[in-house]
């Protein structure tokens, strides 16, 4: 079985100063990683993905992910947060079947990022 | 940039009956899902769809869901009898079938109220 932990219902920060929303994760297998965006009344927007090789994997609108796999880690990351950036956002995960299409993702429970002047 | 759509946007229904929720993947998409968000909750798998086939369902998805490819472009769902407990947001996803890790681009999705 797979799943995902988000620890923070809300995290508040400083424009201009740094940010990162944090996500554990636990699959059978290797996993693949998602990161994704929801604004209020609006679908979710895939910000960023994790597949083999690089730990640090960038995405849409300045955000970054480093993954860890000692730590079952993939937190979200931003040098500098904007206050367009404040939303709610999930990590996702599912098993990296070879191959595989039409499977499941498994999201954590969110996490409210506020950007506040 | 190609999106997925859902319509309507909104659906308010009684207790008791039927609704069909309508999706258009992205075109060259193959795989299609349906996750649902109860107000508050995580987002939840429901079921995902290929080759007018459903390859993995939840425990959410009983006898009273169903889901269909009425065409080339349409993915519908549909609530047979709507209990109160079905209110919630309901997203389509697809994914492209050469894309290794299957990431899936969801729709704006479809607010469900079962009065």
């Known amino acids: 079985a797979q799943s995902v932990a988000q620890p923070e219902d809300q995290v508040n920060v400083a424009e201009g100063n740094p940010l990162t929303v944090k996500c554990t994760y636990s699959?059978?297998?290797?996993?693949?990683l998602f990161w994704y965006v929801q604004y209020p009344n609006r679908g979710l927007q895939f910000l960023l993905k994790?597949?083999?090789?690089?730990?640090l994997v960038k995405g849409s609108y300045g955000f970054e992910a480093e993954f860890n796999k000692s730590q079952t880690s993939f937190h979200l990351k931003k040098p500098s947060a904007l206050v367009s950036d404040s939303a709610l956002y999930f990590c996702?995960?599912?098993?990296?079947?070879?191959?595989?299409?039409?499977?499941?993702?498994?999201f954590g429970t969110g996490t409210q990022l506020k950007v506040e002047l | 940039e190609p999106e997925v759509t859902q319509t309507p946007s909104h659906q308010v229904t009684q207790m008791g009956q039927e609704v069909i929720l309508r999706c258009v993947p992205i075109?060259?998409?193959?795989?299609f899902y349906w996750y649902r968000q109860i107000l508050g909750q995580k987002v939840e798998f429901l079921v995902s769809?290929?080759?007018?086939?459903?390859?993995?369902k939840s425990e959410i998805f009983d006898d009273q869901f169903s889901v269909e490819r009425p065409d080339g472009s349409n993915f519908t769902l549909k609530i047979r009898s709507t209990k109160l407990e079905d209110s919630a947001m309901y997203f389509c996803?697809?994914?492209?079938?050469?894309?290794?890790?299957?990431?899936?681009?969801f729709g704006p999705g479809t607010r469900l109220t079962v009065l």
């Open positions: 996803a697809s994914s492209e079938p050469t894309d290794r890790e299957d990431t899936q681009y």
């Open positions: 699959v059978s297998g290797n996993p693949y």
């Open positions: 994790y597949i083999t090789g690089d730990n």
């Open positions: 996702a995960v599912r098993d990296a079947i070879p191959g595989g299409g039409g499977n499941k993702l498994t």
């Open positions: 075109s060259n998409h193959l795989y």
């Open positions: 769809f290929y080759n007018n086939e459903i390859s993995e």
